[in-house]
């Protein structure tokens, strides 16, 4: 008897090289700090197992495995990467700005400010701990752990940007009680995830949501949402990376009511610069009723929408998208 099995490729097979979860491995080789930030660079591909790229942080690898990262991250999150293309999108300064960080969590949007020259931030989380060691140790980081930004919350004193990053919950949830703490001139930069904005039968499997058509609809109820709270929206972008586990990600830039730039009524809402890498639906367009159909546009990958539109058609068009009208 072999005691492995019955043949000796079991044996083989029962001492073949021992496996751990790849973020393990990458603390244990001192590749990362923690486990929090091994996942991050896995899952924005910057990970190799044997020349290979690995993007699932519970893949089992052999200990004996070659592993090596990618250039590394120039923050301490790949959040910093998303907040980075946002405000080269949306072509926004925010040097010497006072900034409030919502789910500032490893702290990637609080790295990204930091380096655009933001004045002071406030980390702010539901969590503990999590916050970056260097972050912690930067005198412009006022840290604000185990704050829960559902509800109404101190600040000693208003900021003129907020950048929004939260799971599990609602942005519409989160929003109002940021509005208090912003100042004029001042901006709102959500990272807008579907997955935490849609019902609960437009989530598939695992949380993922694959159809444009979802992401049309959560994108539209939010514009909806928003323009009903007088919050007008400035542009809206594409992440350039996938959130968790792979779902599609976006970016929105929005102005308070106190900072509106126009006279711009308060049911009405201007989209400008919306542009994304791939087209989210042939989501139907406001236009002339033919006989009892709505005439529509399918909306092209890369596109620029001027036009005001009312909130009435605004909600003609979610309502005709929910129907499944192309």
Not at 105 to 131: E, M, N
Request: with cysteine.
């Amino acid at each position: 008897m072999l005691g492995f099995g019955a043949s000796p490729a079991g044996l083989l097979y029962n001492l073949s090289v021992p496996k751990q979860r790849l973020d393990s491995l990458l603390v244990a080789r001192e590749l990362a700090e923690n486990k929090s930030k091994a996942r991050a660079l896995i899952m924005a591909g910057e990970v190799t197992v044997d020349g290979k790229p690995v993007t699932k942080a519970g893949s089992m690898i052999d200990e004996s495995a070659t592993i090596e990262l990618a250039e590394k991250l120039p923050y301490v999150s790949r959040g910093g990467v998303k907040l980075a293309h946002a405000l080269d999108e949306f072509k926004l300064d925010v040097a010497g700005l006072t900034a409030l960080d919502v789910g500032a969590s490893t702290g990637g949007f609080t790295d990204c400010l930091l380096q655009r020259g933001a004045s002071k931030v406030y980390a702010l989380d539901v969590g503990y701990g999590q916050l970056d060691y260097k972050l912690r140790q930067d005198q412009r980081v006022v840290v604000l752990e185990r704050v829960n930004a559902h509800y109404p919350f101190d600040l000693p004193e208003k900021a003129n940007l907020a950048t929004i990053d939260v799971s599990f919950i609602s942005v519409t949830k989160v929003i109002p009680n940021v509005l208090p703490h912003l100042a004029p001139p001042s901006y709102i930069i959500i990272l807008f995830k579907p997955q935490f904005e849609a019902e609960k039968e437009e989530v598939g499997k695992g949380g993922i949501i694959k159809d444009p058509e979802v992401h049309s609809r959560v994108l539209g109820r939010f514009i909806v949402w928003a323009t009903e709270h007088e919050l007008r929206l400035r542009n809206l972008i594409a992440s350039p990376i996938l959130g968790a586990e792979g779902n599609k990600e976006f970016l929105i830039l929005l102005t308070p009511p106190h900072d509106r730039q126009q006279a711009v009524g308060k049911k009405q809402i201007r989209m400008t610069k919306v542009r994304r890498q791939q087209p989210l639906s042939p989501l139907p367009r406001w236009g002339e009723r033919t006989g009892s159909k709505l005439a529509t546009t399918v909306w092209p990958a890369d596109y620029r929408l001027m036009t005001l539109l009312t909130l009435t058609k605004l909600r003609a068009m979610i309502r005709l998208s929910r129907q499944g009208v192309h």
